[in-house]
C-alpha cells in the first residue's frame, strides 16, 4: 500500500524518467545530424533504458492500487555543441536523477515502505551503473580531444551498444 506522499513522489520521478528518455532522444537525432552514427545508436539505446525505467515505476504504482498522473514533459534541448557536450550534460543528468532516487529512498524510509524501498534499491544500483558508463566514454572522448580519428575510433565503439530488455520489463517484483 502506498500512502499520498509516496505516490506524488514516484509519480515525480516518473517524469523525471520521461523526460530522461525525451533528452537521450534528442541527442541521438543531434548525433545523427553530426554523423555520428555510433553515438545515435548509444543514446536510442539509452532512451529505451529510460522507457524501462519509466515503465517500471508506472506499474508499481498501479499494481499497488496507486493513481498514475502524467504530468507535462518540458521540451529537452535540441542543439550540442558536440559529442564531448552531451556526455557532459548527460553525467550531469544522471547525477541529478541519482539525487532523486536518493531523496525518494529516504521517504520510503521515513514513511516506513519498505516495499518501494526494496524497489528503489534496483534504481540505486541502475544509477551506478549508469554514471559509470557515462564516465567512461567521457574519459575517452577527453583523451581524445578534438582528433577526427580518435572520434571515429570512439563512435564505432559506441555503435556496438545493444539494448537488452529485462527479464520482464515494467514487471515490479523483477
Ligand atoms: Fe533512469 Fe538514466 O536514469
Avoid at 536523477?97 to 521517504?107: G, H, K, Q, W, Y
Avoid at 551503473?129 to 563512435?155: I, P, T, Y
Wanted: glycine fraction near 6%.
Amino acid at each position: 500500500m502506498l500512502n499520498k506522499k509516496m505516490i506524488a513522489a514516484l509519480n515525480g520521478q516518473m517524469s523525471n524518467e520521461f523526460y530522461s528518455a525525451y533528452l537521450y532522444l534528442s541527442m541521438s537525432a543531434a548525433s545523427t545530424a553530426m554523423g555520428l552514427r555510433g553515438a545515435a545508436n548509444w543514446f536510442m539505446v539509452q532512451y529505451q533504458e529510460e522507457m524501462v525505467h519509466f515503465m517500471k515505476l508506472y506499474n508499481y504504482v498501479i499494481s499497488q492500487g496507486g493513481a498514475v498522473t502524467l504530468a507535462t514533459v518540458k521540451a529537452p534541448p535540441s542543439a550540442f555543441k558536440s559529442l564531448l557536450d552531451m556526455f557532459e550534460q548527460t553525467l550531469k543528468h544522471e547525477q541529478f536523477i541519482t539525487r532523486c532516487i536518493n531523496d525518494l529512498s529516504d521517504l520510503a524510509v521515513k514513511e516506513k515502505d519498505h516495499a518501494t524501498a526494496v524497489l528503489l534499491q534496483w534504481y540505486v544500483t541502475e544509477q551506478v551503473e549508469e554514471e559509470a558508463n557515462d564516465n567512461d566514454v567521457l574519459a575517452r572522448l577527453r583523451l581524445v580531444g578534438k582528433d577526427g580519428n580518435g572520434l571515429f575510433m570512439v563512435d564505432n565503439e559506441l555503435a556496438t551498444r545493444v539494448f537488452t530488455p529485462p527479464p520482464a520489463a515494467g514487471n515490479p517484483s523483477a
